[in-house]
Structure formats: structure tokens, C-alpha cells
């Protein structure tokens, strides 16, 4: 039979399950996000570069800030912020805080 890959328990203990993940962006989008005139917040705005996007599709991440992963920043509320995907894997491995990322022209 085929075998399904197992995830390194460290990459399963640092995202969580999907449930785990779901709970983070509504979380986020709660904390930032951006309100209509009814209520309802369905934009969220980057971060790090203020952009604002629509807070029901996949196109924004959720980004470990101002502990970096690699730094061993873990998912919790005091530790993540909304980004966009250019930004956070703009970034690479680089934490906001060591190196500035490059401005982008208006």
C-alpha cells in the first residue's frame, strides 16, 4: 500500500492542525481588521507594508512577528501579525527588525 508522508513533528507542533490555523486568522482579522458600516470586517491590512487586502481569501499569511521563526518564534496571539504573501516571503529568512526590506515605489 502507499504510505502517506509524515510531517516532522516539529513543523506539526509549531502550525498546528488546520482547525489551529483557521482559529489564528479569524483571530487576526478580529484584532485588525478593517470594519464596514455594517459591522462586518472583511479587509485586513499587511503589517508591514500597510497594503490592504480582502480578509476572506488565502492571499494574505499569517507571519510570525517580532520573533521570527527561524529565530524561534512560536504561533501565539502575542506573536503573529497579518501579512501579505510579498512581504512575508519577501522577507525570507530576515526578521523586520535586521534588515529593512526595500520600499516599494509608488
Known amino acids: 500500500g502507499s504510505r502517506k508522508r509524515r510531517p516532522h513533528p516539529r513543523e506539526h507542533d509549531l502550525r498546528g492542525n488546520s482547525h489551529d ?3 489564528r486568522r479569524e483571530w487576526l482579522i478580529e484584532k485588525y481588521g478593517i470594519p464596514r458600516r ?3 470586517k472583511t479587509r485586513i491590512p499587511c503589517f508591514h507594508c500597510g497594503r490592504v487586502m480582502r480578509a476572506n481569501l488565502s492571499t494574505w499569511d499569517v507571519d510570525r512577528f517580532p ?3 527561524h529565530q524561534g518564534g512560536r504561533y501565539i496571539r502575542s ?3 497579518p501579512s501579505c504573501q510579498t512581504c512575508n516571503k519577501g522577507r525570507c529568512s530576515r526578521c523586520p527588525n535586521e534588515e529593512p ?3 516599494k515605489s509608488p
Open 101 to 103: 526590506m526595500p520600499k
Open 38 to 40: 455594517d459591522g462586518k
Open 67 to 69: 520573533i521570527c521563526g
Open 21 to 23: 490555523r483557521r482559529r
Open 79 to 81: 506573536n503573529i501579525v
